[in-house]
């Protein structure tokens, strides 16, 4: 299901909260196309990948990512010094700044918990050095003309009352050509699996 069309604001982080961050989204008249689209799809859009790299890198069966402009994003870190993890829900400010300020290498990051791993020649995947939550893909430069430079972030590290929104689903599935069969008959209705409300293997979800 496409974003609406209406601005928006998504926030989101890794599991310690020692990296946060937050997604500014204009009215869709104002978002660029993706340029192999036939001008059908803007950004940000959601995406499931199939592909075998980013399976391994982040260790889900299925990735899913929201691929966002760069321009779109502001981060917030905790210095390394500070060893208490912070409470996204406590209503504590925070500084935000562009995140191609600090999702970036260089000597800043020896002050925040962000780590870098150059996966490819032009790819680099970002997770926090704290508690290991994978956050990030970028290609540097741009995938090329009329490509935004995009940050692909991990789906699941959107905080948890903006993934409710029904509009949040992935909107198309990528690099199909690589998909796994039993994950691909998975996300194609079938077949229908129990359901348990805990790890409690003997009490069924209604």
Not at 129 to 157: E, K, N, Q
Request: proline share 9%; hydrophobic share 35%.
């Amino acid at each position: 299901m496409p974003l609406p069309d209406q601005p928006l604001i998504l926030h989101g982080g890794c599991n310690c909260s020692a990296i946060r961050y937050m997604i500014n989204i204009p009215a869709v008249s104002a978002r660029p196309l993706n340029p192999l689209s036939n001008g059908e799809v803007t950004f940000p859009v959601v995406l499931t990948d199939h592909c075998n790299d980013c399976r391994r890198a982040t260790g889900a069966i299925l990735p899913v990512w929201i691929c966002v402009p760069t321009e779109m994003m502001s981060c917030s870190f905790q210095p390394i010094s500070i060893t208490q993890g912070r409470d996204p829900e406590s209503g504590e400010a925070d500084q935000w700044v562009p995140a191609t300020d600090l999702f970036q290498q260089g000597p800043h990051n020896e002050n925040y918990w962000l780590r870098f791993y150059q996966s490819s020649e032009k790819a680099t995947r970002t997770f926090c050095g704290r508690c290991g939550t994978h956050l990030t893909y970028a290609i540097s430069p741009s995938m090329g003309d009329g490509w935004p430079d995009l940050f692909d972030v991990v789906l699941g590290t959107i905080d948890r009352e903006d993934l409710e929104n029904g509009w949040m689903a992935p909107d198309r599935h990528c690099w199909v050509e690589c998909e796994i069969p039993w994950v691909a008959a998975l996300t194609s209705g079938g077949p229908k699996l129990p359901r348990h409300l805990t790890y409690k293997l003997n009490e069924y979800a209604e």
